[in-house]
């Protein structure tokens, strides 16, 4: 357990729908990272927050939106559903940001079919 | 915008061969880290080298930050099936976005 918590770990929808990834960040981090990773591909950066606050943004789908709540745990958002989003969705958090170590998240796996 | 470069992409290597896989940047970095992913895996932290001309050393793992902070390695001795994965470097800033390497996947034959 690397304590950053994914919920859920897998996830089965169609195409056009709406899904809410979750995750909790290991205790005492205040950044939170969420990253895609397509079938055996690299890690494609998402979106960054830190205590609340959007920091850094990736090439996020304006289909997908993400936020951080006050107890720091993160959502992200993902609507209108294709079948290209099908990947493994990583959260990912660090103390206060990119000079110490990400602990990441077992992920979320989404299938769109 | 900056960019993180992995090679080789894939590393194939015969149980108990040595290999290196390298991380390059146009840019100088900050600092450099290396994480590792088995297969089905997440991402796990491996090390993080800050300062020019950095090595570290990890039981048969050794990591090098380069004198100009613009590329670093990781070198396995003897190498095991335990070492089958993909090593990614990173993260490093390129503009707004917090960008990795796209990864040395590394399979071992027996």
């Known amino acids: 357990d690397s304590g950053v918590t994914q919920t859920p770990k897998h996830l089965i929808t169609a195409t056009g729908q709406r899904v809410t990834l979750r995750c909790s960040p290991r205790?005492?981090?205040?950044?939170v990272y969420w990253y895609q990773q397509s079938l055996d591909q690299g890690l494609q950066f998402l979106i960054q927050?830190?205590?609340?606050?959007?920091?850094a943004k990736g090439n996020i789908l304006e289909r997908f939106s993400a936020q951080q709540f006050p107890d720091l745990h993160s959502e992200l958002n993902l609507s209108s559903l294709e079948l290209g989003d099908s990947a493994l969705y990583f959260c990912?958090?660090?103390?206060?940001?990119?000079?110490?170590?990400?602990?990441f998240g077992s992920g979320t796996r989404l299938t769109v079919v | 915008g900056q960019q993180v470069m992995q090679i080789p992409q894939y590393q194939h290597v015969q149980e108990g061969e040595d290999f290196t896989t390298y991380c390059n940047s146009s840019t100088t970095l900050s600092n450099i880290q290396w994480y590792k992913q088995r297969p089905g895996g997440h991402p796990v932290f491996l090390i993080q080298l800050v300062k020019s001309g950095e090595v570290k050393k990890q039981k048969r793992l050794t990591f090098q930050f380069g004198e100009a902070k613009k590329n670093s390695s990781l070198h396995i001795t003897a190498t095991q099936t335990t070492d089958v994965g993909t090593y990614f470097c990173g993260p490093q800033a390129a503009g707004n976005k917090l960008t990795f390497g796209g990864g040395t996947r590394v399979l071992v034959k027996p």
């Open positions: 990912a958090s660090s103390v206060n940001g990119r000079n110490y170590g990400y602990t």
């Open positions: 205790s005492g981090d205040l950044s």
């Open positions: 927050y830190y205590n609340g606050e959007e920091r």
